[in-house]
């Protein structure tokens, strides 16, 4: 049986979307303080080193339901007692192009993260469609 173009580009999209979404699910340290909030990304700063963080490192600013401002953070160096949420590179990456893709087309995402120190550690990102 011969399949189409349009209906594999679908099935690759879907792989694709499911993939992003456990390795950012299996990467994460599990804790019982971590929460989720619907937003919409408003500004990603890649390699930041405010607040004391080392590059490579991304922060996502959101706007929630609510209309609350939000700041959302994933490094590769995070100490003191938040070391656990500490994120690789490819980790970061998929976070990185899940809220550029949100941004871009306006959709919101689901962002998991883990109050820790004062700040959100990201801990995995979806996007709604």
Not at 55 to 80: D, R, W
Not at 97 to 108: E, F, H, M, N
């Amino acid at each position: 049986m011969k399949t189409s173009n349009s209906v594999k580009g679908i099935t690759r999209l879907g792989a694709a979307l499911a993939a992003a979404v456990v390795v950012a699910s299996s990467s994460s340290p599990a804790a019982a303080a971590s929460s989720h909030t619907s937003a919409t990304v408003t500004l990603i700063t890649q390699n930041g080193t405010n607040a004391g963080f080392g590059s490579p490192g991304i922060f996502i600013n959101a706007t929630n339901a609510a209309g609350q401002g939000l700041t959302f953070v994933a490094s590769s160096t995070v100490g003191g007692t938040c070391s656990a949420h500490a994120q690789n590179v490819d980790t970061m990456k998929s976070f990185l192009s899940v809220a550029q893709s949100a941004l871009l087309s306006g959709k919101k995402v689901n962002i998991y993260y883990n109050p820790c120190g004062g700040f959100n550690y990201i801990i995995g990102i979806d996007l709604l469609l």
